[in-house]
């Protein structure tokens, strides 16, 4: 919910979702920006969600992936970013910032 404010009071709309399966049906219907998504969803992993996202709408869509995992690896595609956590709230906004803008 932090994450969620943080980035509605910074301009953004934001759709929330619960699991996997809600995130790629939440994706098929909005057009977003950035696609901001936890590794480890409830039901499939974030790369996954993002990797679908990006297959529907083309690479070039950033994508950033936060996590606690630190064995997690981030893939190799372009526009993508991997933000370990914890992290500040800055943190997050300036790789919004950039990703979306730049």
């Known amino acids: 919910p932090m994450l969620l404010e943080a980035m509605s009071v910074a301009g953004f709309q934001v759709k929330a979702t619960a699991s996997a399966e809600e995130a790629l049906e939440a994706e098929k219907d909005w057009?977003?920006?950035?696609?901001?998504?936890?590794?480890?969803?409830?039901?499939?992993t974030g790369d996954t969600v993002a990797e679908a996202g990006r297959g529907r709408r083309g690479r070039d869509v950033p994508a950033l992936l936060t996590t606690g995992n630190h064995d997690f690896e981030s893939p190799e595609w372009p526009s993508v970013e991997l933000l370990r956590k914890p992290f500040g709230l800055a943190d997050l906004m300036d790789l919004i910032d950039q990703g979306v803008r730049g």
């Open 31 to 44: 057009d977003a920006t950035i696609l901001v998504l936890d590794v480890n969803l409830p039901g499939a």
